[in-house]
């Protein structure tokens, strides 16, 4: 809810900032306050826009969530590249069985499952986790919880 607000702030800030060079061309009396003001109203109107969106979305994933069979132990968001060449954003799951990669932002949703007896190996940086698998496909998940993601599959010994 926090990056929510700072993103509204943020946003409406540049959008004033933009507003303000445009009203100061186009000979605008007081383009400062009017500036300012749309700015204001554009980080009130764009707030609740990113929580619905967000509500939306965290309701679709739990439905997905619901039809995973095997336990999971670990979740997060990000964006990652299946191999085709395409960045998606989106869950990634890591399971018992394997891991599990779900974009339902766009239709049609991208699904990609990597079963644990299908990885060769792992590597990884601050950000970047590179999955290897066994016929040869690289898959890319790039997310601020790279780390963490590493400490919990050498807790579960698939490192």
Known sequence: MKAKAVLSVITGFFFGLIGYFVLLLLGIDQPFQLAALSGLLFALLLFPVLVVYGNIMDKRYAKFEKEITSPIFYKTNGNFNLGNGKVKNGNVY??????????????????????????????????????????????????????????????????
């Open 94 to 159: 890591f399971c018992e069985a394997g891991i599990a990669c779900v974009c339902l932002e766009e239709k049609p949703y991208t699904l990609d499952e990597i079963l644990l007896q299908d990885i060769e190996r792992f590597q990884f940086d601050n950000i970047h986790l590179n999955i290897f698998a066994k016929d040869g496909r690289v898959f890319v998940l790039t997310t601020p919880d790279a780390a963490k993601i590493i400490e919990v599959l050498r807790q579960k010994e698939w490192i």
